[in-house]
């Protein structure tokens, strides 16, 4: 390989509000990716806008897209793959932690653990992705830290394993106290935390009078927790028992620095990954690639479509030609990008780790796989369960062309689930969300994009079990109960409540009815 620079893969995860979109731009400043904090979400006006390509992103000021930063950091190319930050999205979130290695998982201080937060865990576990969790906000007043030690151990059942320890409680940040180390890492202010904070490393016999009783506070704390087993091992944090924890405050800058080191010394880097029938393609094998995520209209200009995947094994060479597993088909990839936000750049070569943009692969598919060499397909990206269905209908006949169209790119985008029977036919499919605003969404990009207003009307299900064509023949005719197809082929049985659920179950021993994964807010 011509490009043998380690590779850190990760995505920075958190219940809306905790921090994300700041951290990111610290991260970027930090590594000098971006010359300005600010050049990379589109947010609260403060912030120039990159990634606010839709106009609803901009009126909400929330962040929809996913793509990935590369950044190089000492000798190592970091790949911070974004994640969407409205709960709503939160299927958007779990595809993209099918391309991560690991995650930073940001937790509001003030808030403690917040429903995403313990999703956003429990899928992490699901996964075997190891985290790593931040401790955001400290600057400002919180609880107290040994207090959100004990809610990662009770409630997510993570053992946490402090790499820093604040000096100060939450809302006095003076520093953290290096476990590794016992080195006192003392912060300062700047002006807006707009450049890179200040921070001095002394032994503990250097700390000034002024923080000599908070530094002795934490000194009294680390040692409990030493006594309590609380020390990183770098087998359990990846193995996934443990997580390792830092405190900092994003908006400060104050620990953004540590935290990159950290990345670099333990987060794993990408390895190999088995393919569904079993066989593994190791990192150094050729190449292949999966793609975790589907989207257009990044440019209004030019309305590109654009696959992102994530490089498994080999190196990518923009023009070389992949088989698409999916069809068997040849592919050719002349068109790769990378991506962030809104701004695109030819890529040359990609490797293990490295996220790359394929404009205009109509082919492809989120979950598909592409390989050069031997065959591999990597197994499906999981979808969840939806809670929200409607039906969308062509507010203007004439244009069901244009309809029938958009309902299938957003469907491919994975924008939503797109269910269908021979009952109600195509002119009104059913659509299916794990959070009612990706109902908007289909709306804004049907007028806009595609156009052809549409009209939507609310189904009264309010969840759904996989079930099987058997199950479908069994249940037609239930009360309460509709099966539709989705359009990767699975039956799925629509209930009015979990009552009808338990009782279809009951009557219908013999039919499948199995739980999705839970996504939702
Ligand atoms: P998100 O992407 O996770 O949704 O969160 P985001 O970074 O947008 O941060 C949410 C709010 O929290 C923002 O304030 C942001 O400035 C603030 N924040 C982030 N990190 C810290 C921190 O370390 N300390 C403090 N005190 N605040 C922090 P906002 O007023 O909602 O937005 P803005 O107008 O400042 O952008």
Redo the contacts with the bound molecule.
């Keep these: 390989m011509s490009d043998n620079r380690p590779r850190r893969t990760f995505a920075v995860i958190?219940h809306?509000?905790?921090?994300?979109?700041?951290l990111t731009e610290a991260l970027a400043l930090h590594a000098r990716v971006i010359t300005e904090a600010g050049a990379v979400h589109g947010?609260?006006g403060?912030r120039a806008t990159v990634s606010d390509w839709m106009e609803m992103e901009k009126a909400r000021g929330i962040s929809i897209t996913s793509a990935a930063l590369q950044f190089d950091y000492r000798d190592h190319v970091v790949n911070l793959v974004d994640t969407p930050?409205h709960s709503d999205f939160s299927e958007d979130t779990y595809r993209v932690l099918s391309a991560v290695d690991s995650a930073v998982m940001l937790v509001d201080a003030g808030k403690g653990l917040e429903p995403q937060t313990l999703k956003l865990f429990k899928v992490c576990a699901l996964r075997g992705i190891p985290v790593i969790t931040v401790i955001?906000?400290w600057?400002?007043p919180g609880l107290a830290a040994l207090e959100l030690m004990d809610l990662i151990e009770q409630q997510i059942k993570l053992r946490p394993t402090p790499l820093t320890w604040p000096v100060g409680e939450a809302g006095d940040f003076r520093g953290v106290l290096d476990r590794r180390t016992g080195e006192f890492v003392k912060y300062t202010r700047t002006a807006g935390g707009a450049t890179r904070a200040p921070e001095v490393r002394m032994p503990a016999a250097d700390v000034g009078e002024a923080d000599l009783a908070v530094w002795q506070d934490a000194v009294e704390e680390h040692e409990l927790l030493s006594a309590d087993d609380a020390d990183h091992d770098q087998e359990q944090f990846l193995a996934g028992r443990t997580t390792p924890v830092m405190f900092a405050?994003?908006?400060?800058n104050f620990g953004v620095a540590q935290l990159l080191e950290l990345l670099l010394d333990l987060a794993p880097a990408p390895h190999a990954t088995p393919g569904v029938d079993g066989s593994v393609r190791e990192v150094s094998d050729d190449f292949s690639a999966f793609v975790f995520k589907v989207q257009s209209g990044m440019n209004a200009a030019h309305r590109d479509r654009v696959a992102y995947a994530r490089v498994v094994s080999g190196e990518f060479d923009r023009g070389m030609i992949v088989t698409h597993a999916a069809t068997g088909r040849p592919f050719a990839t002349k068109y790769a990008q990378a991506v962030f936000g809104r701004e695109l750049s030819s890529i040359e070569h990609a490797y293990p780790g490295d996220i790359i943009g394929l404009v205009n692969a109509q082919a492809l598919r989120v979950g598909d796989t592409m390989y050069v060499g031997d065959r591999i397909e990597f197994p499906p990206v999981p979808s969840f369960a939806p809670e929200h269905f409607m039906t969308a209908t062509a507010a203007d006949i004439g244009r069901y062309k244009q309809f029938r169209r958009g309902i299938e790119q957003l469907d491919q985008e994975g924008v939503v689930q797109v269910l269908r029977s021979d009952l109600r036919g195509d002119q009104s499919p059913v659509l299916a969300a794990v959070g009612p605003m990706q109902f908007e969404v289909v709306q804004e990009r049907m007028t806009n994009e595609f156009n052809s207003p549409i009209r939507l009307s609310r189904l009264d299900y309010q969840l759904a079990r996989r079930t099987d064509a058997a199950g479908a023949t069994a249940l037609s005719g239930a009360r309460g109960c509709e099966v539709l197809q989705r359009s990767d082929g699975t039956y799925l049985a629509l209930f009015v409540d979990k009552w009808r659920a338990g009782t279809t179950a009951r009557d219908n021993p013999d039919v499948m009815l199995e739980e999705l994964p839970a996504g939702g807010s």
């Design positions: 958190s809306p509000d905790a921090g994300k979109s700041t947010k609260g403060r930050g955001n906000k600057d400002r405050s994003a908006l400060q």
